[in-house]
């Protein structure tokens, strides 16, 4: 079971450039999930999806965008790379809300701008 | 104040050890309480969650939620050195999770 699969692992990204983390389910969830992890901050959550066509923000979601076109991909764009950027991206999903079922994270995907 | 709040340590107990890890919310009106396990360059895995105040128990684990208080824990009893990771807090509120920052545990041999 390949479960949530997040590409790239690494990147380093230059002020300015943009870029696409990829983000793919096999588990036919319908729920998605982005998130960013800093140190000593815990998880914050970016931006979301209830479903294909369906993507809502989450509490840090400036700098960032998401589409769902279909049931298994969630890619985050990232426009105008920033230093403030920089954290380990990590993409989560579950069977309906978070609320009374398990999210399941993949291996995330450590960003650096310089 | 943060929302969520939780020690971030770290924790360094020897093998066999109880271990308490809490955290404390401010709004009340999180519903599910839940605790990740993320062991390092890792995503995190659902430990184990609770809905209302008290005690629920897995194994090894005994998670307790005290909502009058805004209060919840995870107790480790016979911690083993495959427990040490990073335990999260989290609890939710529709479709939106917030987080502890994590503590860090090692359990020494």
């Known amino acids: 079971n390949a479960g949530v699969t997040q590409t790239p692992k690494f990147r380093i990204l230059k002020i300015g450039q943009s870029m696409t983390l990829q983000c793919t389910q096999d588990m036919n969830h319908n729920y998605m999930y982005w998130y960013r992890q800093d140190p000593g901050m815990g998880l914050k959550l970016i931006y979301y999806?209830?479903?294909?066509?369906?993507?809502d923000k989450g509490e840090v979601p400036n700098g960032y965008n998401v589409s769902r076109s279909t049931t298994e991909d969630f890619p985050l764009r990232l426009e105008l790379a920033a230093p403030s950027q920089t954290s380990v991206y990590f993409c989560?999903?579950?069977?309906?809300?978070?609320?009374?079922?398990?999210?399941?994270f993949g291996q995330g995907t450590r960003l650096t701008v310089v | 104040q943060k929302e969520v709040e939780q020690d971030p340590g770290p924790l360094s107990v020897p093998e066999g050890a109880i271990v308490s890890l809490n955290c404390t919310y401010s709004n009340s009106a999180f519903q599910y309480f839940m605790w990740y396990r993320q062991y390092s360059r890792k995503g995190p895995e659902l430990l184990m969650y609770t809905y209302s105040s008290g005690n629920k128990e897995d194994g090894r684990f005994t998670a307790q939620v005290d909502k009058s208080s805004k209060y919840i824990s995870l107790f480790i009893r016979d911690s083993q050195p495959s427990d040490s990771a990073t335990y999260l807090c989290?609890?939710?509120?529709?479709?939106?999770?917030?987080f502890g920052a994590g503590t860090r545990l090692t359990v020494k041999p």
């Open positions: 999806s209830v479903g294909a066509g369906i993507t």
């Open positions: 989290a609890m939710t509120l529709l479709n939106d999770m917030r």
């Open positions: 989560a999903s579950s069977y309906s809300s978070t609320g009374n079922t398990e999210a399941f």
